[in-house]
């Protein structure tokens, strides 16, 4: 509770009176003195009871209407109140709507009507969560003497989302297993997230959920099944180099990157399983969430998630369009067990050796350090673009050698171009090189590969190239 001026100006004339009373010896001006003074105390108790019992018979209900919207798109904010039929001493409502949203509208209620709710839309430029407090009741007395505040109600949090690609699709050799955000058709099946035991293919289980790789094998059909388990820790490898950022402003690779690590993660919390985060730059690690379950991991990765951005290579040290070349050349060759491979691959990139070449790389070292922490057989979902083939496939093999699985999820360059594609065969060209790469890695054992692209970002490419041959 917290006097107001006019308290404290009417308690200095009951201490005057008594103070000059008792100079002038007048009983009066003591008596009339003290009964000012005991006037306030007994309008402050009823100042107090009163503002008790109006809190114990007032309900607060705050409410948010969406809880998710993009940058820039307002959210509702309403405040309901339950007030009993003389509610005293009670004045105003504000809403603590966050700071660094704008709001539209009035965000305090005075209670001297018959309104009992407030409602108001703020928006927010800048991605994040954001947290809308409990509102703010005000009780003042009738001769403002006498003024508190008091929270009431239920907090409530809106998430923001950057204005991020819609149209992620996740395919393996075109065949699509990811619809658009946050829809899901992969042929994992839907047990969980963790790889299990393979067993024979029964009359009746869906086509999707064959194992082709393990059909091929043994010859014949065989399904291979996923556990909601969390005994095996998930970590989610995600490459913002500066290679990354290639592509039209909020479609760039990173951005389609990460909308499928934010539905990999929303995939885990629906299940509670364990997981974690690592995020790689051109320098190295920027930042790693070791694994773990329950609300604030899920959070604090989804808040990393939201806040990277493509890194800036270092000077001297970005690849030049035929320096690439030849690494994704040298990283076929390596894969290559013909004697043709075998003999053209010594010849082919710098002095040093390929493992060695790749074991400097930041995305392989950030797997091979990260790995040697974690016990039991890890599961490694690693995001990337085909900009350095040969990491990538170092990487599946080296969570091989290390027990665990991998799926990558590679955004192929040749269909992040820009507005239309410069040449429709040199682009398919390029995409069917790519398709070749993902298969190889796909074909290695415990290692799954897909494509991640813009929308139906393959049928245009073959559409566009069928028309540019007739």
Same mark, same amino acid.
């Given at each position: ?21 008792? %100079? ?9 003195? %003290? ?52 509610? +005293? ?13 704008? !709001? ?11 309104? /009992? ?18 509102? !703010? ?6 001769? +403002?003497?006498?003024? /508190? ?97 290639? +592509?039209?402003? +909020? ?25 974690? &985060? ?7 690690? !920027?930042?790693?969430?070791? #694994? ?53 691959? #010594? ?30 057989? #890890? ?7 085909? /900009? ?38 040199? !682009?398919? =060209? ?13 074909? &290695? ?19 566009? =190239? ?5």
């Amino acid at each position: 509770m917290r006097a107001t001026r006019r308290f404290w100006a009417t308690a200095g004339v009951s201490i005057s009176l008594v103070g000059l009373g008792a %100079v002038l010896s007048e009983l009066s001006l003591v008596l009339g003195g %003290v009964a000012v003074g005991s006037w306030l105390l007994a309008h402050q108790i009823a100042f107090v009871t009163k503002t008790n019992a109006v809190l114990d018979e007032t309900t607060v209900t705050q409410s948010l209407t969406p809880r998710r919207v993009l940058e820039s798109q307002p959210v509702r904010i309403r405040a309901s109140l339950s007030l009993p039929d003389d509610s +005293g001493p009670l004045r105003r409502v504000d809403l603590d709507v966050p700071l660094a949203a704008e !709001t539209a509208g009035e965000t305090t209620l005075d209670i001297d009507g018959d309104s /009992t709710s407030l409602a108001v839309a703020c928006t927010a430029s800048v991605a994040g969560r954001y947290t809308v407090g409990e509102p !703010t009741l005000t009780f003042r007395d009738s001769y +403002g003497l006498f003024e /508190t505040t008091v929270t009431e109600g239920n907090t409530e949090s809106f998430r923001v989302e950057p204005n991020a690609p819609r149209d992620a699709r996740v395919g393996s050799g075109g065949d699509q297993i990811s619809v658009g955000y946050g829809e899901h058709e992969a042929n994992r099946g839907s047990g969980g997230l963790d790889p299990g035991e393979l067993r024979k293919y029964l009359p009746g289980d869906p086509r999707n959920r064959i194992d082709w790789k393990a059909t091929a094998r043994r010859g014949e059909p065989y399904i291979r099944e996923f556990e909601s388990s969390t005994d095996r820790e998930t970590v989610i490898f995600l490459d913002h180099r500066a290679s990354t950022a290639a +592509g039209q402003a +909020g479609r760039t690779r990173f951005d389609y990157l990460r909308e499928v690590a934010l539905w990999l993660l929303d995939r885990a919390r629906d299940m509670d399983d364990p997981v974690g &985060l690592v995020s790689v730059g051109d320098e190295g690690v !920027t930042s790693r969430i070791h #694994p773990g379950a329950g609300i604030e991991q899920y959070r604090r990765i989804e808040t990393a998630l939201y806040d990277l951005e493509p890194t800036e290579a270092p000077t001297g040290r970005t690849p030049t369009r035929q320096a690439e070349a030849t690494r994704q050349t040298a990283a076929r060759l390596a894969t290559d067990e013909s004697p043709f491979g075998r003999t053209l691959e #010594p010849y082919v990139g710098n002095a040093e050796t390929y493992v060695e070449r790749v074991e400097s790389d930041p995305l392989f070292t950030a797997v091979r350090t990260t790995l040697s922490r974690v016990s039991g057989d #890890p599961w490694v979902l690693l995001l990337t673009d085909d /900009t350095n083939r040969a990491e990538v496939y170092e990487t599946g093999k080296l969570v091989r050698r290390l027990g665990g699985y991998t799926s990558a999820f590679i955004a192929p360059g040749s269909l992040y171009q820009g507005r239309g594609l410069p040449d429709a065969e040199t !682009t398919y =060209r390029e995409y069917r090189d790519f398709e070749e790469f993902r298969r190889q890695l796909g074909g &290695l054992e415990r290692v799954d590969a897909y494509e991640v692209t813009p929308g139906e970002a393959v049928q245009s490419v073959l559409q566009q =190239r069928q028309g540019a041959r007739r």
